[in-house]
């Protein structure tokens, strides 16, 4: 992991190697199972069920983390009719600089999440073994081997995308990290700079008072 990543973390480019998917599905047709094919079609099917799970999880998490940025939108907006919020916008002193910057940190990586849950829908996954495959491989002289290689097919079909929308749901992750991180430091600078600025003035006009009394 670069400094990039950790700064702004994102899925960049994946492509396809269409030479390598080319070649695991020649391998699978290519394949004969002599013994027990009923046991390579209960893996074949644990195999697609857990690319499936795999999806659907994906899915899920991203559809909760879009639902979540959604509802932080009007906290956000309430937010900035804060006086506390609206103070920092002055620029007269260092918190309140550092504040907004943070504030504005928070809100970048607010979108980049969003950006990264909404892509994690947008990639599709829908390979699956359908009625025609079953029943063309009903008509086989191995139904069961036919079944099993078209399910494992699928399975390879399903594995990049798959991985293109798991990664786009680590990244979200990520990014809401960051968001949650710098939108604390940024309301906790808001709230309490102006109560330690309150507590070290007074604690100066004290210690003031004591050296002027004789």
Not at 23 to 42: M, N, R
Not at 156 to 170: A, E, L, M, T
């Amino acid at each position: 992991m670069n400094i990039g990543d950790i700064i702004w973390p994102h899925v960049g480019k994946i492509t396809l190697d269409k030479e390598a998917l080319k070649t695991s599905i020649k391998q699978i047709d290519d394949v004969s199972w002599d013994g027990d094919v009923q046991t390579f079609l209960e893996e074949t099917r644990r195999l697609r069920d857990i690319e499936t799970a795999r999806k659907n999880g994906a899915e899920a998490k991203s559809q909760i983390y879009l639902a979540a940025l959604l509802a932080l939108i009007p906290i956000l907006v309430s937010l900035t009719q804060h006086e506390a919020l609206k103070s920092i916008m002055k620029f007269t002193a260092w918190d309140q600089i550092l504040g907004f910057i943070f504030f504005v940190l928070g809100i970048a990586y607010s979108i980049g999440a969003f950006i990264n849950a909404f892509r994690a829908l947008t990639v599709k996954a829908y390979h699956r073994v359908d009625v025609d495959e079953i029943v063309s491989c009903g008509g086989s002289e191995d139904p069961v081997e036919c079944l099993t290689k078209d399910i494992l097919k699928s399975v390879r079909y399903d594995r990049h995308n798959i991985n293109h929308k798991v990664s786009y749901v680590i990244v979200t992750h990520q990014l809401i990290f960051r968001m949650a991180f710098f939108l604390l430091l940024a309301l906790s600078i808001i709230v309490f700079s102006p109560i330690a600025y309150d507590i070290s003035e007074a604690l100066k006009g004290t210690l003031c008072e004591q050296r002027i009394v004789p």
